[in-house]
């Protein structure tokens, strides 16, 4: 259990969650974690006990050195506040890996916590790989099952149906708990899922400066993005299938956001792309 008298005292704060695994394709939105953490000077106050959420045979307990001594490092999920933010607000970071079982514990935990530390805004960070080109920004959709908040900020509600992470059991649970709740998703591109995606942590970044109506620091994020879009500049440079496929999803992005651009339209344009492949029979 987490020791809630470890929390310091908290007013109209908000709660920012990712975690490693099936929600966060590229180590995207635990990449916003690291780097929200790491330019607001996080202080981690308190860590959920792995024995109840983790199966160290799928998330094994790592080797570490510190101070010339050998220690054994439990993966696990840690909660840093940060008190000095541009956003003037708050901040509860959860940083951790997706558990393994008992689901719903580790949501209630969660949502004590922020009724302990009065959390007013719950914001879940995901990342899906998709059929995007890397040359394109980055989409990212915010969403919000409150009304207030859609209007507020001016987001949609969410339309998806089908399975879930834990940060969709999350949201679930703030909106139980009446806490406005908005989950932010980036799309990365499924053929570069081997390597972590920095522009489309900027990208998420980016959206939360617009939540927040605040400039947030993006430090090394504008350089390890152009870093990345030219690494896969390269491959495709290399290999001419690479090549063809990222120009074909670099037109059928640029159709689809044109107003007339109609889901016949981009039907065709894949059908163009079969062709030119001969994968069409």
Do not use: C
């Not at 635990?30 to 024995?51: C, F, K, R």
């Not at 909106?175 to 980036?186: D, E, F, K, L, T």
């Not at 970044?205 to 947030?216: C, K, N, P, R, Y």
């Not at 044109?258 to 344009?269: C, M, S």
């Amino acid at each position: 259990m987490i020791e809630l008298d470890d929390l310091p005292e908290m007013e109209n704060a908000v709660m920012i969650a990712a975690f490693e695994g099936w929600n966060d394709a590229g180590e995207a939105a635990s990449g916003v974690i690291e780097h929200l953490a790491q330019i607001w000077d996080a202080e981690p106050v308190a860590a959920l006990d792995p024995e109840d959420y983790y199966d160290f045979q799928v998330n094994r307990p790592r080797v570490v050195s510190e101070g010339g001594r050998r220690r054994i490092s439990w993966r696990t999920t840690r909660i840093l506040v940060a008190t000095d933010t541009p956003i003037g607000r708050d901040v509860i970071l959860v940083q951790g890996v997706e558990p393994s079982f008992r689901w719903r514990a580790f949501a209630i935990e969660l949502m004590e916590l922020a009724q302990a530390a009065d959390v007013t805004t719950v914001i879940t960070l995901g990342a899906l790989l998709a059929d995007v080109a890397h040359t394109r920004p980055i989409q990212v959709t915010a969403t919000s099952d409150h009304e207030d908040t859609r209007h507020r900020h001016d987001i949609e509600s969410s339309t998806y149906e089908g399975p879930t992470g834990i940060v969709g059991v999350i949201a679930d649970a703030a909106v139980q708990m009446g806490v406005s709740s908005i989950s932010i998703w980036a799309a990365v591109p499924h053929y570069a899922h081997h390597t972590p995606s920095p522009k489309a942590t900027r990208a998420m970044v980016s959206t939360l400066e617009g939540l927040f109506d605040a400039a947030i620091d993006h430090a090394g994020l504008d350089d390890d993005a152009r870093a990345w879009e030219h690494g896969l500049d390269a491959l495709a440079s290399e290999d001419s299938e690479v090549a063809e496929y990222v120009e074909s999803l670099e037109e059928a992005q640029d159709a689809a956001e044109l107003p007339e651009a109609t889901g016949d339209a981009i039907a065709k344009e894949f059908e163009r792309y079969l062709r030119k492949r001969g994968l069409d029979d």
